[in-house]
């Protein structure tokens, strides 16, 4: 599914229209069939809430059509009617032609009656703004969202929740709190915004007839990870292929006090599907993890040659977890980007042993991943969490782009970027709240780059089956540790490959 904004929606309906001739009123027409398609048998008495722009529109061609199903409706509209767009005021007119009436909520003297039908309906259809909305909701138009907020019993918004900027997710001075929204086309990307479904709901994307090939023509590369597209990219297996064909994996982790994290990281790596995987730690800690690490090899840093030969000879490298925030890992890092032939994944103390020394990337003959959480984005960028929190996918992808590098920023909606495309991802919650979550997202990264994936597509694939291992778990389970996640990581791949082969 691909991600839009209030620009790319514009351009799009600018091109329906003029290149295309493709009426506004059609478009507007197919988005009310949409929407009424969502409203189920059980919502009688229906309040419409219209503005005078094209969301507006949307809501009187809905009305027209519940209406004609026999639905109790009640329709408002705020602002002035003199100023409607022109497709509104053509479905405006239609409703008066067939004695349909519209209330006009023009000052605060109108807001008792609308108060009133508002606590008696079953659902509200919020049509007051589209997604162009750049201004600060006051006057009239915030004492009708407030009152639709505190007295309305199932909301339903079009398009985007009136009051909510459908680019930055950012509620401007008040927004609707839907528990559904029927949006058109393509996500809009402020729904990835932390904290947005407390306005959006449930989110419906439709189509109302705009053709694929004017969508990619506006599109800017921006998608979200789904259980289709991971399952279409999952490499089937050939059956004459053997270990060698999925490639050799080596995991830089652990130190005194940290084994967990290297044993999750290798063991993420092992169950998804590394043909041969070796996890170089501390001397002290081999032992350990080699008694715990059945189907992994060990190797300890103070074998040079060995460790050597590991950073040259492997497909994929991962580096970083539980190492420590220290200049011995800096120095394991740095190693590994200058001689390395291979992807690398950099996580954790990877990650923050490069804090104002991030040219330290530019050593690297190959791609670089990093997966940071915002604690660990923000200490190396400079960017604040809260700054970061609300424009996740522009830092991500300037800060992708300037050191040419992949950013996997975790969080609601992990956002995965190459500097170039975007992929934000649906799956995972706060039942995986819990310490090992990144070491195990980290295994199963360089395992898929170690069998083959792009760097991309692994961040992106293995970010997705990280999560939907956490959903599958969620539904039978009150919390989920990592150790849970790394038993369903092969069920999970299975159960997605499977989906691709129906």
């Known amino acids: 599914m691909k991600v839009g904004t209030s620009k790319i929606m514009n351009k799009i309906d600018q091109f329906c229209t003029t290149s295309l001739g493709i009426p506004g009123n059609i478009l507007m027409e197919n988005a009310a069939l949409k929407v009424v398609k969502n409203i189920g048998e059980e919502f009688k008495d229906i309040v419409l809430v219209c503005g005078v722009g094209n969301n507006g529109g949307d809501g009187m061609a809905c009305a027209r059509h519940l209406n004609a199903?026999?639905?109790?409706?009640?329709?408002?509209?705020?602002?002035?009617?003199?100023?409607?767009?022109?497709?509104?005021?053509?479905?405006?007119?239609?409703?008066?032609?067939?004695?349909?009436?519209?209330?006009?909520?023009?000052?605060?003297?109108?807001?008792?009656?609308?108060?009133?039908?508002?606590?008696?309906?079953?659902?509200?259809?919020?049509?007051?703004?589209?997604?162009?909305?750049?201004?600060?909701?006051?006057?009239?138009?915030?004492?009708v969202i407030s009152i639709?907020?505190?007295?309305?019993?199932?909301?339903?918004?079009?398009?985007?929740?009136s009051g909510l900027s459908s680019d930055t997710g950012i509620e401007?001075?008040?927004?609707?709190?839907?528990?559904?929204?029927?949006?058109?086309?393509?996500?809009?990307?402020?729904?990835?915004?932390y904290r947005s479904e407390d306005y959006t709901g449930e989110i419906v994307i439709e189509n109302i007839g705009v053709p694929k090939f004017v969508i990619d023509k506006f599109h800017e590369n921006e998608y979200i990870v789904d259980e289709e597209m991971a399952s279409n990219s999952i490499i089937k297996r050939d059956k004459y292929a053997h270990k060698g064909n999925f490639g050799r994996v080596a995991i830089f982790a652990g130190a005194k006090g940290y084994s967990g994290a290297a044993y999750i990281s290798t063991e993420a790596a092992v169950r998804s599907g590394s043909g041969l995987i070796t996890l170089c730690t501390k001397e002290e800690l081999q032992n350990l993890l080699s008694s715990k690490l059945v189907e992994a090899m060990t190797a300890s840093f103070n074998d040079k040659e060995k460790i050597e030969k590991i950073i040259t000879s492997s497909d994929a490298i991962a580096v970083g977890p539980g190492m420590g925030n220290t200049e011995e890992t800096f120095y394991k890092v740095k190693e590994i980007l200058s001689t390395a032939c291979c992807p690398i994944v950099i996580d954790a103390d990877g990650i923050n042993?490069?804090?104002?020394?991030?040219?330290?990337?530019?050593?690297?003959?190959?791609?670089?991943?990093?997966?940071?959480?915002?604690?660990?984005?923000?200490?190396?960028?400079?960017?604040?969490?809260?700054?970061?929190?609300?424009?996740?996918i522009d830092i991500a992808k300037n800060f992708a782009a300037k050191y040419d590098v992949i950013i996997v920023l975790k969080?609601?909606?992990?956002?995965?970027?190459?500097g170039k495309e975007v992929f934000v991802n649906t799956t995972g919650s706060s039942y995986m709240a819990s310490g090992g979550m990144g070491d195990c997202l980290t295994g199963i990264i360089v395992s898929l780059v170690?069998?083959?994936?792009?760097?991309?597509?692994?961040?992106?694939?293995?970010?997705?089956?990280?999560?939907?291992?956490?959903?599958?778990?969620?539904?039978?389970?009150?919390?989920?540790?990592?150790?849970?996640i790394l038993k369903e990581i092969p069920y999970s791949i299975k159960k997605i490959s499977y989906n691709k082969m129906r």
């Open 69 to 143: 199903i026999g639905r109790n409706l009640k329709i408002f509209c705020v602002g002035n009617i003199e100023k409607m767009s022109s497709d509104c005021k053509f479905n405006y007119d239609i409703l008066s032609n067939i004695g349909i009436q519209v209330i006009n909520l023009a000052n605060e003297d109108d807001l008792e009656e609308f108060k009133t039908a508002v606590q008696s309906a079953d659902l509200i259809l919020d049509c007051i703004f589209g997604t162009g909305l750049s201004r600060e909701v006051k006057g009239i138009y915030r004492d």
């Open 148 to 161: 639709i907020n505190d007295e309305g019993n199932y909301i339903m918004a079009v398009d985007t929740p």
């Open 172 to 193: 401007m001075g008040i927004a609707i709190k839907a528990h559904k929204t029927i949006s058109f086309v393509m996500y809009k990307r402020g729904f990835f915004r």
């Open 353 to 392: 042993v490069l804090k104002g020394r991030l040219d330290t990337l530019k050593n690297s003959k190959n791609k670089v991943i990093l997966t940071p959480h915002p604690g660990e984005m923000s200490r190396i960028s400079g960017v604040s969490i809260e700054k970061l929190e609300k424009n996740r």
């Open 411 to 418: 969080g609601y909606k992990t956002v995965i970027t190459d």
């Open 450 to 484: 170690g069998q083959g994936y792009s760097p991309i597509m692994a961040a992106a694939i293995g970010t997705f089956i990280h999560g939907y291992c956490g959903d599958v778990l969620a539904n039978k389970m009150a919390n989920i540790t990592a150790s849970d």
